[in-house]
């Protein structure tokens, strides 16, 4: 299984993103997929998940601002990132985790930086 991020970048703060990750290699459906995040000196932490079957569930920074979302057909997850805020710099990563197998696949990790 592999996955492959893209969408981070330079924001301004108040500013958008759409981060993206494809899987390839095994069947998406199968797979629940998630963001999470990490910061200099911090711990990685779960930014959104959806479920198979499109259930959601978000981190508390940023409930009301992101949204996760995903396409079976396309083999991708989106976070749609709005409002951001310069505490939302971070390396993020897509993680996929096969609900038969228990598998968990990481991304490569795409940064985000929030600063004018």
């Known amino acids: 299984v592999q996955l492959v991020e893209s969408g981070g970048g330079l924001v301004q703060p108040g500013g958008s993103l759409r981060l993206s990750c494809a899987l390839s290699?095994?069947?998406?459906?199968?797979?629940?997929m998630a963001w999470y995040r990490q910061a200099p000196g911090k711990e990685r932490e779960l930014v959104a998940r959806?479920?198979?079957?499109?259930?959601?569930n978000y981190g508390d920074p940023v409930k009301g601002r992101f949204t996760i979302s995903r396409d079976n057909a396309k083999n991708t997850v989106t976070l749609q990132m709005n409002s951001l805020k310069p505490e939302d710099t971070a390396v993020y990563y897509c993680n996929a985790q096969n609900v038969v197998t228990r598998d968990v696949c990481w991304g490569q990790g795409t940064q985000v930086t929030v600063a004018s």
């Open positions: 959806i479920t198979t079957s499109g259930r959601t």
């Open positions: 290699g095994s069947i998406f459906s199968v797979h629940a």
